[in-house]
């Protein structure tokens, strides 16, 4: 039962550098959604899907791009890493959209850009 | 701006003992309010949530208390166990919005000495 399987689990860039973060899930969920956990701030959205081929903006999107191609994977882009963008990324995902839902997330990604 | 505050940062209670987290919210259409516990080097995961038209949630040594008229809620954990070592967040949503979006608190380290 793998459910929600993030790649890579730790990364360090430099800055300026780019980066895709992978996340599959294979609970056929239709919602998905990368957050960004840094100390002090709890979680943070970054973006989120609610089914194949969709994508919005969460509360920080800036400096980050997302895609959707297939339902069990959501792709989190950084194109010119910077060292604000340190942190740990956490990607999940729900069956649902509307409260009462469970959202599973995956072991997350540590990334540190230098 | 910060929709959800939760109090404290860091948490040490003895074995035996009551931990209790405080969250408040500024948001009146929130009506969705699950506790996320995170071991470290893990993803959260979902310990237990209440809806508004509820003033208390129990599920074994883990109890919410929500108090509407105040925008806040809290867990309180019984006979806390070096087991419940971990961090806790609050978080928050609104069923409206059918996306699944969790607004989460700052967490709390919370550390049960043997």
């Known amino acids: 039962n793998a459910g929600v399987t993030q790649t890579p689990k730790f990364r360090v860039l430099k800055t300026g550098q780019s980066m895709t973060l992978l996340c599959a899930q294979d609970?056929?969920?239709?919602?998905m959604y990368w957050y960004r956990q840094d100390p002090g701030m709890g979680l943070r959205l970054i973006h989120y899907?609610?089914?194949?081929?969709?994508?919005a903006k969460g509360e920080v999107p800036d400096g980050y791009n997302v895609s959707r191609l297939k339902k069990q994977n959501f792709l989190l882009g950084l194109e010119s890493a910077a060292p604000s963008q340190t942190s740990v990324y956490f990607c999940?995902?729900?069956?649902?959209?509307?409260?009462?839902?469970?959202?599973?997330f995956g072991q997350g990604t540590r990334l540190t850009v230098v | 701006q910060q929709q959800v505050k939760q109090s404290p940062q860091s948490l040490i209670v003895q074995k035996g003992g009551i931990s209790i987290i405080n969250c408040a919210y500024e948001n009146t259409a929130f009506d969705y309010f699950p506790w996320y516990q995170q071991f470290p080097g893990k993803g959260p995961a979902l310990l237990i949530a209440?809806?508004?038209?509820?003033s208390e949630k129990k599920e074994g040594r883990f109890t919410i208390s929500f108090n509407k008229s105040a925008k806040q809620f809290s867990l309180h954990i019984m006979d806390s166990q070096p087991g419940d070592s971990a961090t806790y967040f609050c978080?928050?949503?609104?069923?409206?919005?059918?996306?699944?979006?969790?607004?989460f608190g700052q967490g709390t380290t919370l550390q049960v000495k043997p």
């Open positions: 209440i809806r508004p038209d509820v």
């Open positions: 978080a928050a949503t609104t069923d409206s919005s059918n996306t699944g979006k969790l607004i």
């Open positions: 899907s609610v089914g194949e081929g969709t994508t």
């Open positions: 999940a995902s729900s069956p649902i959209g509307g409260a009462n839902t469970e959202a599973f």
């Open positions: 609970m056929n969920h239709e919602y």
